[in-house]
């Protein structure tokens, strides 16, 4: 199918970009999450205001050991950045099982971010590392933890005129972390995934288990006592993942568990 | 808008709701770029845009605006093929040949940035690629041989 009709407008610059996103615009960046929902009609914007050419959303960069990704940065980039490779590999890692080459090539994790849906690759990666979103408007900017970004399926936070301009977070030296995914297809849309990241604290980020990628706050409490508690803290969360042919509920719930497990002790020991 | 297409100027009118993939086939003639699945699994429509490969159906007409847009009809033809397809052709990469298009491309994408890759990178190169018909193998023989052959010149 093809898109319903709508408005395009190309964006010269960051304020222009959040004006027309305060008329209701939605941001179009490498388009192959927005693109295919418009072409099945699962979404049908009025307007769309392409943030494509903005360069400086462009780009990986760190400083005191603050590493800060904008927006538009491609999967394509983050598998071969050198920073990345040697500080955070499952950000990487989880970055290179997203679609295929081609999606890499145009897909940025501010659309994987901003998509918010449950099973996206990135979103859990990000939570464990206790990433920030960089949140602008032409007015103002603001920052949030990424997970406070995630609504609800395929909602997210921004408020009319916000854009997100960038991700940010810490590394620390001997930082280790884990991303494991269960996926029918080979780099297709994982049924469950799960990332944690040691560094001050233990991130645990999960997707596919509710409406929205979610922190679990009480398995990284839990794991000052060991694995063994974290996965109690596990079995005692509610979650509601998505049920469809692929997957019932129970299902994904299990393999969360076995995921985490694994990606705990790949971390831990 | 207007692109480059093959190398050539092109100025096309398009509303915001046209595809990449529509403009090509339908008002530019460049019919090697397939539509398949039309939602951006099969790859049949992958095409090089500013040097990359991207798949057309998933990019809009006016994301093209300015940039460098390349198809298959801007290298090999039927009388002289280019080493990919030659290496297709005898290796039997092929059946009904509908998916053909996406897959060289692909694989001139992967030779570009990895001249010589292992078996499992071709794999991982062309995963965005299916074909209904060849079950792969020759597909893997033919990025193989199109390889040995740019590199031995």
Same mark, same amino acid.
Request: one cysteine or more.
């Given at each position: 199918?093809?898109?319903a009709s709508?408005?395009?407008q190309?964006?010269?610059n960051?304020?222009d970009?959040s ?6 615009a939605?941001?179009?960046?490498g388009?192959q999450?927005l693109?295919a929902a ?9 307007l769309?205001?392409d943030?494509g050419?903005?360069r ?5 960069s760190?400083?005191s050991?603050r ?6 940065t ?7 950045? +050198?920073?990345l490779?040697e ?17 890499r ?15 996206a ?5 990000l939570?464990?590392?206790?990433a920030?979103a960089v ?6 900017s ?9 609504q ?11 854009i ?8 620390? +030296?001997?930082q280790?972390?884990?991303?494991r995914e269960l996926?029918?297809?080979l ?14 604290s ?6 596919g ?11 990284e ?6 694995i063994?508690?974290?996965l ?7 979650f509601?993942?998505?049920?469809d042919?692929?997957?019932?509920a ?9 995921l985490l ?6 971390v831990?020991n | 808008m ?26 530019c003639?460049?019919?090697s770029?397939?539509?398949?699945c039309?939602?951006?699994i099969?790859?049949?429509c ?8 991207v798949?057309s159906?998933?990019v809009l007409?006016v994301?093209a605006?300015g ?11 039927v009388? +002289?093929l280019?080493v990919?397809q030659q290496?297709?052709?005898e290796?039997?990469?092929?059946q009904?040949g509908f ?13 570009k940035?990895?001249p ?5 990178e ?5 995963v965005?690629?299916?074909c209904?018909?060849?079950g792969y ?9 199109a390889a040995?052959?740019?590199?031995s010149?």
């Amino acid at each position: 199918m093809r898109p319903a009709s709508f408005g395009y407008q190309l964006a010269s610059n960051l304020i222009d970009a959040s004006q027309a996103c305060a008329r209701g615009a939605i941001p179009l960046a490498g388009g192959q999450s927005l693109i295919a929902a418009m072409k099945s009609r699962q979404m049908t914007p009025e307007l769309l205001v392409d943030i494509g050419e903005l360069r400086d959303l462009r780009g990986i960069s760190i400083k005191s050991e603050r590493i800060r990704i904008g927006a538009l940065t491609r999967h394509c980039d983050l598998i071969r950045s +050198e920073l990345l490779k040697e500080k955070v590999p499952w950000l990487c890692e989880a970055a290179s099982l997203i679609g295929d080459v081609q999606i890499r090539n145009r897909g940025s994790i501010g659309g994987n971010v901003c998509f918010a849906d449950p099973r996206a690759n990135l979103p859990p990666v990000l939570i464990s590392l206790n990433a920030t979103a960089v949140v602008g408007s032409s007015e103002s900017s603001r920052e949030v933890p990424i997970e406070n970004l995630f609504q609800g399926f395929r909602e997210n936070a921004l408020v009319a005129g916000e854009i997100l301009l960038a991700v940010e977070f810490d590394v620390v +030296e001997g930082q280790k972390g884990s991303y494991r995914e269960l996926s029918p297809q080979l780099n297709g849309v994982p049924l469950v995934n799960v990332s944690v990241s040691s560094g001050n604290s233990i991130g645990v980020g999960v997707g596919g288990l509710n409406s929205c990628p979610l922190r679990l706050i009480r398995v990284e409490e839990a794991l000052v006592d060991g694995i063994g508690p974290a996965l109690e803290a596990f079995d005692g969360e509610a979650f509601e993942p998505l049920e469809d042919l692929q997957a019932g509920a129970k299902y994904r719930i299990k393999v969360g568990r076995v995921l985490l497990r694994r990606a705990l002790e790949e971390v831990l020991n | 808008m207007q692109f480059r297409l093959n190398g050539g100027d092109r100025k096309c009118k398009v509303s915001p709701r046209t595809l990449l993939v529509d403009v090509l086939r339908d008002e530019c003639g460049t019919t090697s770029v397939h539509i398949g699945c039309d939602e951006g699994i099969c790859g049949a429509c992958t095409i090089f845009l500013n040097g990359e490969s991207v798949k057309s159906c998933l990019v809009l007409a006016v994301q093209a605006e300015g940039k460098d847009v390349e198809t298959l009809e801007g290298t090999g033809s039927v009388k +002289e093929l280019d080493v990919v397809q030659q290496a297709f052709g005898e290796e039997f990469a092929l059946q009904c040949g509908f998916c053909t298009p996406g897959m060289v491309v692909s694989a001139r994408a992967l030779l570009k940035n990895n001249p010589n890759p292992t078996d499992q990178e071709i794999r991982a190169a062309m995963v965005g690629n299916l074909c209904r018909c060849t079950g792969y193998q020759n597909i893997l023989k033919a990025v193989k041989k199109a390889a040995e052959r740019l590199q031995s010149g």
